[in-house]
């Protein structure tokens, strides 16, 4: 997505809060067309990725013409947000020229660094509990005010199997635009109790210098979501004390924000992977990319730049990692790793 300034965010805002209804939106630049079209036939295909913490996850991806029209949303929708962010929420919320520092998962670290105590919670399926009826009410009402007919159709461009699908582009600004009174009541009540509060996506992360955050904290918090139609997950809360190693979302907090061991772990398991791929095609004289290195390059590279992101890109650990990188995709002939693979026999 194309970074604009604060202004120019807030005019992409504006001009589609004026929209009322379809016709309205042809000035936008949509296709009205296919926007009805991918409304009354929405085109998913699933599949199943592994989660970190273990198990799979089904992810529901949309069609090439449904996943167009979504991205198209997504712009507009995220300009929005942008405008009305809450300063605790941190997760997929795009940054403008002029804005110094990102909402990332480092961010949202950040803030509970140097806390004693802390309590991680999650959602339990945070995009699913979220339904084509509450999205189709968001439309309707302020700052929306779509027409009743208007937000029906939208509601099911976003919508799979009546609540928010995981995969689509839309869904993570929608989820957080329905946030938005749930991370104000959150806010308040920690900043009452001298807690501090994040949100990142679906996890939520309570800290505090003096306070011990313990079960009470928990049923509050779990009261004061389920008043905003919003279920934790009840296997997924950890406390820590004050001498434990704390992490959040993954990254661990010590003096500094600083990425956990089995990131890296998992890391060199994959850049050898990926240094045997390659090792294949120069056997095989493969002198083009073929679409498995391609997407195991880009699935390193990014793993890559999120070391950058926590630890600098002029951190000594960042350039490690890109020379290994380096190495892996231009293997030397002589040393063949796969030199088992021997094509003479095919």
């Known amino acids: 997505?194309?970074?604009?300034f604060s202004f120019e965010i807030a005019q992409k805002a504006q001009r589609f809060l004026d929209c009322k209804n379809l016709e309205d939106l042809r000035f936008l630049g949509f296709d009205v067309n296919h926007?009805?079209?991918?409304?009354?036939?929405?085109?998913?295909?699933?599949?199943?990725i592994r989660k970190s913490s273990g198990g799979m996850r089904t992810v529901e991806a949309p069609g090439d013409g449904l996943k167009a029209t979504q991205k198209q949303f997504n712009f507009y929708?995220?300009?929005?947000?942008?405008?009305l962010q809450h300063p605790a929420s941190h997760g997929y919320i795009i940054r403008a020229k002029d804005q110094p520092h990102n909402k990332n998962i480092l961010g949202n670290a950040r803030q509970h660094l140097g806390a004693k105590y802390m309590m991680n919670a999650d959602f339990q399926d945070f995009f699913h509990?979220?339904?084509?009826?509450?999205?189709?009410?968001?439309?309707?009402?302020p700052p929306f005010r779509f027409h009743k007919k208007t937000a029906h159709t939208l509601s099911k461009i976003f919508t799979y199997k009546k609540r928010l699908p995981m995969g689509a582009p839309t869904s993570p600004v929608l989820?957080?635009?329905?946030?938005?009174?749930?991370?104000?009541?959150?806010?308040?009540?920690?900043?009452?109790?001298?807690?501090?509060y994040t949100r990142f996506v679906d996890d939520l992360t309570f800290s505090s210098k003096e306070e011990v955050l313990t079960e009470a904290h928990l049923k509050a918090v779990r009261a004061i979501c389920a008043k905003h139609l919003f279920r934790l997950n009840p296997k997924k809360t950890k406390y820590y004390g004050a001498e434990d190693t704390k992490k959040v979302t993954g990254l661990v907090l010590n003096e500094t924000v600083d990425i956990?061991?089995?990131?890296?772990?998992?890391?060199?398991?994959?850049?050898k992977r990926l240094q045997y791929?390659?090792?294949?095609?120069?056997?095989?004289?493969?002198?083009?990319?073929?679409?498995?290195?391609?997407?195991?390059?880009?699935?390193v590279e990014g793993q890559i730049n999120f070391i950058g992101m926590i630890e600098g890109y002029n951190s000594p650990i960042f350039y490690k990692y890109?020379?290994?990188?380096a190495k892996a995709l231009k293997p030397d002939p002589d040393t063949l790793s796969a030199r088992w693979t021997n094509f003479n026999y095919l």
């Open 129 to 141: 509990q979220i339904s084509e009826q509450r999205v189709f009410h968001l439309l309707q009402y």
């Open 322 to 325: 890109r020379k290994r990188m």
């Open 77 to 83: 929708l995220q300009c929005l947000y942008y405008t």
């Open 35 to 48: 926007v009805i079209y991918d409304a009354l036939h929405p085109y998913y295909y699933t599949f199943e």
């Open 277 to 299: 791929v390659a090792e294949v095609g120069m056997i095989v004289n493969k002198h083009n990319e073929d679409d498995t290195l391609k997407e195991f390059k880009q699935q």
């Open 1 to 4: 997505m194309k970074k604009l």
């Open 175 to 196: 989820s957080n635009l329905l946030s938005l009174e749930l991370d104000e009541a959150l806010y308040q009540w920690a900043n009452e109790q001298g807690i501090t």
């Open 260 to 271: 956990e061991q089995a990131f890296y772990d998992e890391l060199d398991i994959d850049l």
